[in-house]
């Protein structure tokens, strides 16, 4: 899908490639909700020019959402969130020897009027999901595909269920 046939584009941001593993799971989920995304590597302490360059045009450029990743310090959202009216969503990335919950703690910890929506260590396919449920706040096709996403996550379970039924124990109970 190019960018002209959306509704906005989701932006996935993150402090370095060594985040793309983590990151991929959204972009992954973008691309099988054919919602447009565009993706980079920007630092927070590295580059802080371009991060505000790039968080004071993303609106301008079509962008709706933001989903940042980054560890440790983890300030790649909060500086991001501070320099636009987009919703920011943040991913903490587990890399550091305090497991990710440095980022978790940078993240969440944001002061009155500037918000960082957050999601669990790693949880970048979440991110992704809350970014589809904003966009889709304003798109009824897909509202529907992802009512159908959702639809589907519940069978996997139903069949999962069915599965272990199928389980032969002499104990387990039936």
Do not use: C
């Not at 450029?61 to 920011?88: H, Q, S």
């Not at 990335?93 to 929506?117: E, T």
């Amino acid at each position: 899908m190019n960018k002209e046939n959306t509704t906005g584009i989701v932006s996935i941001i993150m402090g370095s490639t060594s985040d793309l593993p983590v990151m991929e799971k959204a972009m992954k989920l973008l691309d099988e909700m054919d919602v447009a995304f565009e993706v980079s590597a920007l630092s927070a302490h590295r580059t802080p020019e371009r991060v505000a360059e790039f968080a004071k045009n993303a609106k301008g450029r079509g962008v709706k959402v933001i989903i940042a990743g980054a560890g440790m310090a983890a300030a790649l959202p909060g500086v991001i969130a501070a320099e636009t009216t987009l919703p920011v969503i943040g991913v903490p990335i587990k890399g550091s020897v305090l497991d990710g919950v440095d980022a978790l703690y940078s993240i969440l910890q944001m002061p009155p009027g500037i918000p960082v929506a957050t999601v669990a260590i790693n949880g970048a396919m979440n991110a992704a999901i809350l970014a589809i449920q904003m966009l889709a706040l304003s798109d009824e096709m897909l509202a529907e595909k992802f009512a159908q996403y959702k639809k589907n996550l519940a069978k996997k379970i139903e069949k999962a269920n069915e599965e272990l039924s199928n389980l032969e124990y002499k104990n387990l109970v039936k």
